[in-house]
């Protein structure tokens, strides 16, 4: 059946008509009202309910990986007094690996999701975020036992959050592709945010340390086995024309990347969206240290940080359904990118000690 795929200019796609009859008229006829209802090789499209099942295993998945990497930033103090480091380089390097990581193993992860499929692809992140929270365990004796399961689930993030367009497209309608992508999305902000407030509520002291790496191992198996266990790379059927017809307009991998970097909106989009989340990164990788210096505790520390993520969600659900409305794409990038600035600048000026109400409100 695939290789008479390959062979095709292109899938039979057409418009079954659907016949209603209407109620006879003045001249004896029976009228019939004709409805368009597209269809691929002569098959009506299907849209899966598991579609949202596939969508909860994914976001799980992307959840446990965004858990694990913030784990250390709430509480850096803690960890550099366990640890007897000096100075923070070492300690910003356990969230630092990841944003190290996702630059080269984004290649390897978009040819591998492209070329040999979603639930290969998303496993292989899934299972490294498994290996890296058990590794951390280790990281009771040794700074580099905790440096080492940060990089397997570094290694392994690229592969789960570049997912999130292609388990929309493989599995929602069209219609429905920008808000999936959406939650998809989201479900690592969550994992921030609860990675946020999880490490300063079950490490009260440095020696508690160990005791949350295996409590959040634990939470990580957990959460990643249904997406191991139960991801799909596509549904029986394609879920809409386009869906179908992709293989028609396949480029090669290095043929699509070209096109990518040849492209004068990509690169704009590529430079916008790259500055606003190194800020947003940089931002949670250092709030602890700052938040310390600001003689703030750790919990307020993991407020700030849950803030942020919380009304980002909020912001995002909100656009994401206006922007599926409207379409109106650059209206609300320039919009979001202007609030986000304006916060940042105040931010610079408000961060400091016996403030955290204002720090609060404007995050």
Same mark, same amino acid.
């Given at each position: 059946k695939m290789e008479a795929r390959r062979e095709e200019r292109s899938p039979d796609i057409n418009t079954t008509p659907v016949f209603s009859p209407l109620p006879n008229n003045d001249s004896g006829y029976v009228s019939v009202s004709i409805k368009s209802s597209p269809s691929i090789m002569g098959q009506p499209i299907v849209i899966y309910k598991r579609r949202w099942f596939m969508m909860l295993c994914y976001c799980l998945a992307n959840f446990a990986n965004a858990l694990t990497w913030i784990t250390y930033s709430p509480i850096s103090n803690k960890v550099q007094d366990y640890y007897h480091l000096q100075g923070t380089f070492k300690v910003n390097l356990l969230s630092l690996v990841f944003l190290i990581c996702l630059v080269p193993m984004t290649f390897v992860a978009s040819w591998t999701l492209d070329n040999i499929g979603l639930r290969f692809g998303t496993n292989i992140g899934a299972i490294l975020t498994v290996i890296g929270a058990g590794v951390r365990i280790t990281g009771e004796f040794s700074y580099w036992g905790s440096f080492a399961g940060q990089t397997f689930a570094a290694l392994g993030q690229a592969f789960i959050l570049n997912a999130a367009p292609l388990v929309a497209a493989n599995w929602f309608p069209s219609e429905q592709r920008t808000i999936a992508?959406?939650?998809? +999305?989201? *479900?690592?902000?969550?994992?921030?945010?609860?990675?946020?407030?999880?490490?300063?509520?079950l490490t009260p002291t440095p020696d508690h340390l160990p005791q949350m790496l295996i409590y959040e191992a634990i939470i990580v198996l957990l959460l990643s086995t249904p997406h191991i266990l139960?991801?799909?790379?596509?549904?029986?059927?394609?879920?809409?024309? +386009?869906? *179908?017809?992709?293989?028609?307009?396949?480029?090669?991998?290095?043929?699509s990347l070209k096109s990518c970097l040849s492209n004068y909106g990509f690169l704009i989009l590529f430079l916008q969206f790259g500055i606003g989340l190194g800020a947003f990164n940089t931002l949670a990788t250092v709030i602890g240290q700052l938040a310390t210096k600001m003689k703030y505790n750790d919990r307020e520390t993991g407020m700030m940080g849950a803030l942020v993520i919380i009304c980002g969600l909020i912001g995002s659900g909100v656009v994401g359904v206006i922007v599926d409305t409207t379409r109106m794409y650059k209206t609300a990038i320039i919009s979001c990118y202007s609030l986000a600035t304006v916060a940042f600048v105040v931010l610079t000026f408000e961060f400091k000690p016996d403030n955290l109400i204002v720090v609060l409100l404007i995050c």
């Open positions: 992508t959406t939650i998809g +999305s989201l *479900a690592n902000a969550v994992g921030v945010a609860i990675g946020f407030v999880i490490p300063p509520l139960f991801i799909r790379s596509t549904p029986p059927t394609p879920p809409s024309v +386009s869906a *179908a017809t992709k293989d028609e307009h396949y480029l090669s991998y290095f043929a």
